[in-house]
């Protein structure tokens, strides 16, 4: 429950975020905003493009829930 809470705490400084900058004011401490999983709440290991850490991107790639992404064997 709690990590659901970070989680939701740190995507509503991100909206906040963009609604300032869309009306031209400035970020005052643009160091605070960072990135959490949107499934675990974990804040290392962040992928932008799918918006998930680096562990939940392998477990649902490997499960084949991720559109586009293979695993690559050579």
Known sequence: MA???IVNKCQNALEKAARDHALGKKIQFSTRLYHRC???????GYMGKFDLC???VREKANAGELMGVRKSSW
Do not use: A, T, V, Y
Request: net charge positive; aromatic share 0%; with cysteine.
């Open 54 to 56: 680096r562990i939940c």
């Open 3 to 5: 990590r659901k809470s």
């Open 38 to 44: 949107s499934l675990c709440g974990r804040p290392q």
